[in-house]
């Protein structure tokens, strides 16, 4: 299972808590003992918990080591010494062996206080007649046999029961004060549960903070990989996945993951744990109603399977469609204005409750399975309940079992089923966690098509050294088409943007004009054909040697939360303010920024939503500038300019990037005018390259392009003001 893969990074801290999940275990298994034992030997027995009592008077003690075989006999004569008062006390020897005193001295010390029950049984005549040496050994043991048939069919743990009524009569009849030393063995038995309860709630507490702890551990490096591994991504993996969807498994996904290790820590590794416990225990009980516990553990069993059985498929249908419920929200919140503005809010409002109706279903459908679970597993524990106390209450009737190892017993079968139980419950969360997990992987292990090139192989040392200020950027029969396409964007693209010149693109919508200086930045790898810095594939350098030499202005502008400053800064992280204010007077920005209160210092909104489009295109502009970049590559970044803000910063890029290369992708025609080439594209194709005036004797697609954009006058003063 891919959750448990994402332990083993912590495996000391697992360990940890499985060694305190054992003390916790100890604890909770202890306390149906004690249970047991105050109604037992507290209630019952009166605190009286051994037959070997701790004071005999010398008749008892004669009499007891007359019925004793001899095996025994040496035993009990080291257990007792007498003291000056003519009783015998309990020695330390005695009380090392005490539990082999209490199975050979329960049945002597019954007959002893019981013998006026038995007929035809005198063991003051008995006693005379032995220390005389009228009867022998092998006699007074055939008597004693004599006496327990007399006494009926009693099994050992029945002889036990009367051995600890005989030495409560012993107690009695030397004087000592029963209530007190009930009392006694009551406030000890329950001082020792409170501080075993007291110990356990310490140690949950604890596997509680590192179960957390270590979950929390799990999810953040979860979240920190997948981070690390989108950045990596292309375009291309972007897409395939969609942003939707690998929002939903940095997100909802890893939450699921780290919520089911808090479980799996918690009670999963608890349950195994405790149920063999109470197995052990059961069976140092009682195990002649184990078959009861086996029954009810495999109709657990077979219930978890079955449920798990129809519910998993619906699991993994289930985060597909919560990742279709964030795609439409995300649509929708995005294309807000939109939507508005075109009267489709009933449509999209329509689209939200097709894909949340749908997921609504699937979630009831496994919320409705699994609301069986419950009420099937309270089933098998009340008939369990009831088969114990069915079947024990005939076991203490037939005096094998005692009330309060029945109460133990249910105990531990609840305990053993309650552990099963846990798993059951948390195989609710199970099979969704581990899609979840499925789903984070298949993140972790996308390999990005736009890889570097090994270290000992790159080649960004020799891009580095180029000493010209502008940087040779160069297509060579350039052929690109997308991985899910059969189609080429591109096919044979041949040309040079010249160190320190400008060189413009332009062409019909869908030419591929921005795909150029994607390939240029790649962003993708083309299919065929290379394209070059200095005589350098960028496919051999890295990428972030790569773009250190690029200034990237997309066609969307993009802003930051942050300051202007922050966002303009954004590429050179040791930019001053001078070169900030540099960057934003070449990209016209500067009016705009000082009419604000806060000048450099305003905030920008997420996504640059309160500047205006044309406001944010010339930050976005200033970000590339204030970089220190060979050539700066605009794709289609002057489109929300005015003509009048168009020139000025066409004019301010020409006397300010002095031999800095720039690549200008346009639909306007009076934004290239005065580029040093301009590159036609048609249809993926380079139909036309050379300057204005050549194009517009040469290339047929040029010439419609700027006769439908500028008058004739226009195109002969070659610029439009």
Known sequence: MRIIKNLLEHKVAVLLIVALLCVQAACDLALPNYTSDIVDVGIQQQGVEDVAATQ????????VAMMLPESDEQTFADAYAQNADGMYDLTDTGRENRAELNSSMALPLTVVHYADQIPDLDLDQAKAAYDAGMVGKDDVLSMLDQARESMGDMADTLIAQQGIAAARAEYEQLGF?????QMSYLLSTGAKMLALAALGMLVAVIVGFLASRTAAKVGRSLRERLFNKVVSFSDAEVQSFSAAS????????????????????????????????GIIMIARTDLSMGWIIIAAVVAIGVVIVFLMKVAMPKFKIMQKLIDRVNLVSREILTGLPVIRAFGREQHEEARFDEANTRLMKTQLFTNRVMTFMMPLMMLIMNLVSVGIIWFGGHAIDAGSLQTGDLIAFITYSMVIIMGFLMIGMISIMLPRANVAAERID??????????DPAPEQAKDAQLAAAAAPGAQIAFNDVSFRYSDSAECVLEHVSFTAEAGKTTAIIGSTGSGKSTVLKLAERFYDVTSGSVTIDGVDVREVSQHALRAQLGYVPQKAFLFSGTIASNIGYGAQDAGEERIRMAADVAQASEFIGEREEGLSTPIAQGGTNVSGGQRQRLAIARALATDARAYLFDDSFSALDYKTDAALRHQLASRLAGKTVVIVAQRISTVLTADRIVVLDEGRVVGCGTHAELMQTCEEYREIAMSQLSEAELKGGDAK
């Open 246 to 277: 690998l929002i939903t498994r940095g997100t909802n996904d890893v939450q699921l993951v780290q919520m089911v290790i808090v479980m799996l820590l918690r009670m999963v590794l608890y349950a195994p744990i405790l149920a063999i416990g």
């Open 442 to 451: 298949e993140v972790l292990i996308c390999e990005p098509s736009i890889a």
């Open 177 to 181: 004060n029963m209530d007190d030393m």
């Open 56 to 63: 005999l008077s010398e008749r008892t003690h004669d009499l």
